[in-house]
């Protein structure tokens, strides 16, 4: 099963944030992120909270979790409305495999985020889809029903991989299916690849990188494979059916997609993201990555307003239940201290291309960014400039560099 959420205080029954977390609201990127809890079976390497129908029997379906969704989006409207409530800059359906809600249901989340915090101008809208439950109709239905973008879960083209993944989908149908979404009018289209996973050959990935830049798409994530615990591939790798990635491997892989797709056009503008533009980043993630604002909604899923964390109940009976009651769905919340802050700006505003402002840095942290800029992690001249912005190797050793920067 997924891994426990983080423990917190309890969260207020009415949804109710305090007032210092609406102060600003508004001035920052807002977003909103519905998490389809459903999937056809359980990938042997997800620790996502998702469930199969076998697993919730007659606990949930696809009817309830959209009544309570409903019910949680009015929530959240009400609540953000004690604030100069935003419209919505981007929306993000993820999962689990939210196109097996099929296209009218994807159309009636929308529609429901439309009527309650409402879309901003130009806001993008995207759903992750997997490439087995889609075709042309489904790209052309949730297209005109407002989604701006699709982002299909590929990870690799090689049929052993894929088998050790117990990925469901065939090589070659998330090309089909980034083919169509394109002739369906979609001109942003994402296909995710995991490298590393163990019996993965160096010209496996070569030609799942061929794949992706035959299919035309204007973006690609790519993240190297973790074992995460209480996951069926930790068992195996526990019980030496399967070995542990090894971090060398990674690093060529890593090196090997970031050259092929720098060549074809796409240049990265986060550590594991890669775009044709600007206009093809996605802005939903950029939201996280930069500290914007974002409601999150449905089953386990995490929200934060101002300085506030929160994470729902994880288990879609009980989500719908709580709201069915009139109650929020919230498990519990954090608030978050200016230092929390700082520290999670570091983490992540380091990643992307762009960088992070020295002035984030206390004093230890300004003297760890000078040795990185030394010993060729990051970019003197952008250093010198007031930034710290990750140099081709400093990518590699991300998480290191953050970790010197915090002390």
């Known amino acids: 099963m997924p891994a426990q959420p983080p423990t917190g205080e309890p969260a207020p029954a009415?949804?109710?944030?305090?007032?210092?977390?609406?102060t600003g609201l508004g001035s920052r990127p807002f977003g909103v992120y519905v998490h389809v809890p459903f999937c056809a079976t359980r990938c042997g390497y997800c620790d996502f909270n998702t469930y199969t129908a076998d697993e919730l029997g007659s606990s949930a379906s696809f009817g309830s979790w959209l009544d309570g969704l409903r019910a949680e989006l009015e929530l959240g409207a009400k609540v953000l409305s004690a604030g100069p409530a935003p419209a919505a800059d981007t929306v993000f359906v993820g999962g689990g495999t939210p196109s097996l809600l099929g296209a009218e249901r994807l159309g009636a989340v929308v529609d429901a985020i439309r009527d309650t915090f409402g879309l901003a101008a130009g806001a993008e809208v995207t759903t992750e889809s997997n490439p087995e439950s889609t075709s042309p109709e489904f790209f052309e239905r949730i297209r005109n029903s407002g989604f701006t973008r699709v982002s299909l879960g590929m990870q690799s083209a090689a049929e052993h991989v894929l088998k050790v993944l117990e990925r469901t989908h065939t090589p070659g149908r998330a090309v089909a299916a980034a083919r169509?979404?394109?002739?369906a009018g979609f001109e942003?289209?994402?296909?995710?690849?995991?490298?590393?996973?163990?019996?993965?050959?160096e010209q496996d990935l070569a030609a799942s990188l061929d794949a992706v830049l035959e299919a035309g798409v204007d973006h690609v994530s790519a993240y190297?494979?973790?074992?995460?615990?209480?996951t069926a591939m930790a068992r195996k790798v526990r019980r030496g059916e399967l070995p542990m990635p090894d971090e060398d491997v990674l690093a060529d892989r890593y090196e090997l997609i970031d050259a092929k797709l720098a060549a074809a056009g796409l240049h990265w503008y986060e550590v594991s993201n890669w775009a044709t533009d600007a206009d093809a980043e996605c802005r939903h993630n950029l939201g996280y990555w930069q500290g914007g604002d974002w409601w999150g909604a449905g089953p386990g899923a995490h929200s934060h307003v101002g300085g506030v964390r929160w994470w729902n109940v994880k288990h879609p009976?009980?989500?719908?239940?709580?709201l069915a009651e009139g109650n929020s769905p919230a498990q519990a919340r954090e608030l978050l201290t200016a230092e929390d802050q700082r520290i999670e700006?570091?983490?992540?505003?380091l990643r992307v291309r762009s960088g992070l402002s020295v002035d984030a840095l206390d004093d230890d942290g300004r003297r760890a960014a000078e040795r990185a800029a030394t010993d060729g992690l990051l970019h003197p001249a952008a250093l010198d400039a007031g930034r710290c912005v990750l140099t081709d190797r400093g990518r590699l050793l991300a998480d290191a560099v953050v970790a010197d920067l915090l002390g």
Request: hydrophobic fraction near 40%; glycine fraction near 12%; avoid cysteine.
């Open 317 to 322: 009976a009980r989500y719908s239940a709580a």
């Open 14 to 22: 009415d949804g109710s944030l305090p007032g210092t977390a609406l």
């Open 188 to 201: 942003h289209v994402n296909l995710d690849l995991i490298y590393g996973t163990p019996g993965e050959r």
């Open 224 to 230: 190297s494979l973790i074992v995460e615990d209480g």
């Open 345 to 349: 700006r570091v983490m992540l505003e």
């Open 180 to 183: 169509e979404a394109r002739a």
